[in-house]
């Protein structure tokens, strides 16, 4: 499996630590930067992932800003795009189970990286359920 990973400033520190994790886990981790703490615009970041994911270059995509809201913001204005801002485990859970996310979201100042680690976890063990999930899936795109 090949797993995109993005950020602004605020979730850099965040974004490099995922990659470094995922990566000591034999996970192949294309990452889209951003490549330090200087400054720069969340929605730049969720585009790169955006085109990435809707060109099939990673199974899966992961998106850090400060909060994870702004970078959720602009990933779902692209079609196709399912950003979940995974900010429990049991949201973690259903993201997958019924929303089928395809890009999952974390907040690089709000949250505990033991608690990030632990979600991305828990969201690529669990299964979509497909069925009328599926059909609810194909009614965002229409
Ligand atoms: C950047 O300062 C911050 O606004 C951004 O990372 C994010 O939290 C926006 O939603």
């Known amino acids: 499996m090949?797993?995109?990973v993005a950020s602004d400033h605020a979730g850099f520190e965040m974004?490099?630590?995922?990659?470094k994790t995922l990566s000591q886990k034999k996970i192949d981790v294309l990452d889209l930067g951003t490549s330090d703490c200087s400054s720069v615009d969340y929605p730049t970041?969720?585009?790169k992932m955006a085109q990435c994911i809707l060109a099939h270059q990673a199974d899966l995509g992961i998106l850090v800003c400060g909060t994870g809201i702004g970078i959720s913001i602009r990933a779902n204005r692209h079609k196709g795009i399912r950003a979940a801002l995974l900010y429990s485990d049991e949201v973690a859970k259903m993201a997958k189970q019924h929303n089928n996310a395809n890009v999952i979201v974390f907040g690089g100042r709000t949250m505990d990286k033991n608690?990030?680690?632990r979600?991305?976890?828990?969201?690529l063990n669990t299964q979509f359920e497909?069925?009328?999930?599926?059909?609810?899936?194909d009614l965002?795109?229409?």
């Open 115 to 117: 608690d990030v680690l």
């Open 130 to 137: 497909g069925g009328r999930h599926q059909r609810r899936i």
């Open 119 to 123: 979600r991305i976890d828990i969201f």
């Open 45 to 47: 970041f969720a585009d």
């Open 15 to 19: 974004k490099d630590f995922i990659a």
């Open 140 to 142: 965002l795109d229409l």
């Open 2 to 4: 090949k797993i995109a």
